[in-house]
């Protein structure tokens, strides 16, 4: 390398705050479950609470679907092209499955999943009732039924009689258990109410509903039929009609766009809607047009509207513990969701407390526990103080609400720092659980901890030992001690955790081999506040220097040098400990009149064994002295994890 004149460039270059937190947590639907269902499309859903088990039809498929409650497939029935309606047989031993490209209604038995009958009807069934042992099911714009109790199957079709039924348009059919005789079918429009009692269906009632609906449902004391789709003077609502002479009445408001209706036997009512951005399943009691609760599907696809529910797709349980949806995302995923308790309301509870308050002072922590309809005047709520002393949480005497759901409670709270109150609400038979919590910013003494050698400079690799010294405290006298190296490559590691001697020191060895900041922690205890200080320790390089070429080596007045012939170029290999992209600076300066002059540096790149070699021109000429060292500069040499460190100066002369 030929010796170049550059410029020398020389470089060393070495609180928490707390708010007030008030929460209200309305007791949350822990049971709820959601899983995939493997299916296209949804026709229909029935729930055997026997077996606890749900099937869904899926007419594109031409299969059946059999979960449990939580959704987890038991079992899928196929080679039933086109199935839509599902119904349960009073007993639920059967399943009732239509299958519209047969013409025919199978029979499943529910304890084995296996198919029993398979009976024609002679025309394309789609929804399906059981009223009274009988199957009923829709046929176009007609319905008939299916009687199986005798020796052989018997069918009758086109029972709707003079019901103003449009041709073109699907039949829908409801009924209820708890109502023996009664069947309700819909058709576009058009609403009837018959009597079933005896062989065939004799009309009882007949008149007009909203053409919006695609599903109708029976209430279990057989004075209403709801449907989908409510008369627009009502807005998007659930339809409400008198069996006894179909007059409207007043519906249930819902959020657009309603899509489906089923009454459970206690006689709650879950309504559905298409709703990307508003809750989809809605849950009314008898009579009452404000929700009891409802349920907002969450977004699994891939657009920014959430899941929806698909048209008709909500089963109730038959002990109203839960009503069953089929959502469907923007891929056409299906997933079945179980929405537990859904006739218990659900209550939020709101705490507020102090932002800050001192250790050992009384403070006060207000709420609120709110509801559709409040809990009695008097509801106990349970309640947990949580500190550094009780991280697992104290339990406080209860407080009771007033008349409006507030309450109030003091309390002395023996240990600083975060201190949580969380009330409890239990729920009750109508109501869900509820909690909230508020966070208090107690306050603590301040901590003495100090730690020595901050802003000291050591050679390469020298043990250092840092000690931490921990004033006064009151039960924790436990400190940590971290090295933190320069450089990404090198993470904050713990040294030790102890708690300090008799002295209040603990002590913690440190080989420098870059420049490393130390950290002391103390965690603080009930009384007195937590604290770290930090210390930065400076390391150097280790740096040498071995010159080859020379012929010899001699003094000049108290100097060494290396003398060398004057065409002979000198080589220098400086060795120095390597990191990624580091340089060493070789600079060179001649003697002249009795000064050292500077002749120039560069800088040189390290091997990955940290070495570098540098060869000077010879000069020609003799009787010329000059030296050189080698450093390294923090900066300049291409990182900053070391402290700027100079090398020994090498003298060196010319001769003949």
């Given at each position: 390398m030929r010796r170049r004149s550059i410029s020398t460039a020389t470089a060393l270059a070495v609180v928490l705050s707390s708010v007030a937190l008030t929460t209200g947590v309305a007791?949350?639907?822990?049971?709820?479950?959601?899983?995939?269902?493997?299916?296209?499309?949804?026709?229909?859903?029935?729930?055997?609470?026997?077996?606890?088990?749900?099937?869904?039809?899926?007419?594109?498929?031409?299969?059946?679907?059999?979960?449990?409650?939580?959704?987890?497939?038991?079992?899928?029935?196929?080679?039933?092209?086109?199935?839509?309606?599902?119904?349960?047989?009073?007993?639920?031993?059967?399943?009732?499955?239509?299958?519209?490209?047969?013409?025919?209604?199978?029979?499943?038995?529910?304890?084995?999943y296996t198919q029993t009958a398979s009976y024609p009807v002679g025309a394309a069934p789609g929804d399906l009732e059981v009223v009274d042992g009988r199957i009923w099911f829709s046929h176009g714009s007609d319905f008939g039924s299916l009687d199986v109790s005798g020796d052989e199957p018997v069918v009758h079709l086109a029972q709707r009689g003079d019901a103003d039924f449009y041709t073109g348009a699907g039949t829908s059919l409801a009924a209820d258990p708890a109502v023996p005789g009664v069947l309700v079918a819909g058709n576009s429009g058009m609403l009837a109410v018959y009597d079933v009692s005896a062989d065939g269906a004799t009309l009882r009632a007949k008149g007009a509903m909203s053409s919006g609906a695609e599903q109708l449902d029976l209430t279990p004391d057989g004075s209403q039929v709801l449907t989908s789709w409510g008369a627009s003077s009502y807005g998007y609502s659930l339809g409400a009609y008198s069996t006894t002479d179909l007059t409207e009445l007043t519906g249930y408001p819902i959020d657009a766009y309603p899509n489906a209706v089923r009454v459970a036997p206690d006689g709650t009512i879950a309504g559905g809607s298409f709703s990307w951005y508003d809750p989809d399943v809605h849950i009314h009691r008898p009579g009452d047009r404000v929700p009891v609760r409802e349920y907002d599907f969450p977004n699994t696809g891939n657009t920014s509207g959430a899941d929806t529910l698909v048209n008709g797709a909500l089963a109730w349980a038959p002990d109203s513990s839960r009503v069953f949806a089929v959502s469907v995302n923007s891929y056409g995923t299906h997933t079945l969701r179980a929405l537990t308790d859904p006739t218990k309301e659900l209550p939020t509870l709101k705490v507020s407390a102090p932002a800050k308050s001192e250790r050992a002072k009384k403070l006060t922590v207000k709420g609120k526990l709110t509801s559709k309809t409040l809990p009695t005047a008097g509801t106990a709520l349970k309640v947990t103080r949580t500190d550094?002393?009780?991280?697992?949480?104290?339990?406080?005497?209860?407080?009771?609400?007033?008349?409006?759901?507030?309450?109030?409670?003091?309390?002395?709270?023996?240990?600083?720092?975060?201190?949580?109150?969380?009330?409890?609400?239990?729920?009750?038979?109508?109501?869900?659980?509820?909690?909230?919590?508020?966070?208090?910013?107690?306050?603590?003494?301040?901590?003495?901890?100090?730690?020595?050698?901050?802003?000291?400079?050591?050679?390469?690799?020298?043990?250092?030992?840092?000690?931490?010294?921990?004033?006064?405290?009151?039960?924790?006298?436990?400190?940590?001690?971290?090295?933190?190296?320069?450089?990404?490559?090198?993470?904050?590691?713990?040294?030790?955790?102890?708690?300090?001697?008799?002295?209040?020191?603990?002590?913690?060895?440190?080989?420098?081999?870059?420049?490393?900041?130390?950290?002391?922690?103390?965690?603080?205890?009930?009384?007195?506040?937590?604290?770290?200080?930090?210390?930065?320790?400076?390391?150097?390089?280790?740096?040498?220097?071995?010159?080859?070429?020379?012929?010899?080596?001699?003094?000049?007045?108290?100097?060494?040098?290396?003398?060398?012939?004057?065409?002979?170029?000198?080589?220098?290999?400086?060795?120095m400990n390597y990191y990624p992209g580091r340089k060493q600076r070789f600079q060179l300066q001649v003697y002249y009149q009795g000064s050292w002059y500077d002749s120039g540096s560069e800088y040189f790149a390290l091997s990955t064994k940290g070495k570098s070699s540098v060869s000077l021109e010879a000069p020609g000429t003799s009787g010329i002295r000059a030296r050189m060292r080698s450093s390294y500069i923090n900066g300049s040499s291409g990182d900053t994890v070391n402290s700027t460190t100079h090398g020994a100066w090498k003298y060196f002369t010319f001769t003949n």
């Open positions: 007791g949350p639907a822990a049971a709820d479950s959601a899983k995939v269902l493997p299916v296209t499309s949804v026709g229909d859903m029935v729930v055997d609470g026997t077996h606890q088990r749900v099937y869904v039809s899926d007419p594109t498929a031409g299969k059946i679907v059999v979960t449990d409650y939580t959704g987890t497939v038991k079992a899928t029935l196929t080679g039933l092209s086109g199935v839509t309606g599902l119904a349960l047989s009073a007993d639920s031993g059967q399943v009732y499955a239509a299958v519209r490209n047969g013409n025919r209604i199978v029979s499943v038995e529910t304890g084995t550094v002393e009780s991280p697992n949480g104290k339990a406080l005497a209860a407080v009771k609400t007033a008349a409006d759901g507030s309450f109030s409670f003091t309390d002395t709270p023996p240990a600083g720092g975060k201190v949580t109150y969380k009330v409890s609400y239990a729920g009750d038979a109508t109501h869900m659980p509820a909690s909230g919590s508020g966070t208090v910013d107690v306050s603590r003494k301040a901590t003495a901890l100090t730690l020595n050698n901050n802003g000291k400079l050591y050679s390469y690799g020298k043990k250092v030992t840092f000690t931490a010294h921990l004033g006064t405290t009151y039960k924790n006298r436990t400190v940590s001690i971290y090295a933190d190296p320069f450089g990404p490559d090198k993470p904050k590691k713990l040294l030790k955790t102890a708690k300090v001697n008799s002295k209040g020191n603990l002590s913690a060895t440190v080989g420098m081999t870059r420049d490393t900041t130390v950290t002391a922690v103390f965690g603080g205890d009930a009384r007195y506040a937590a604290k770290t200080v930090k210390s930065t320790a400076y390391a150097r390089v280790k740096v040498s220097t071995a010159v080859f070429r020379h012929y010899k080596t001699g003094k000049i007045g108290s100097t060494t040098y290396y003398y060398f012939r004057k065409k002979t170029d000198p080589l220098f290999t400086t060795t």
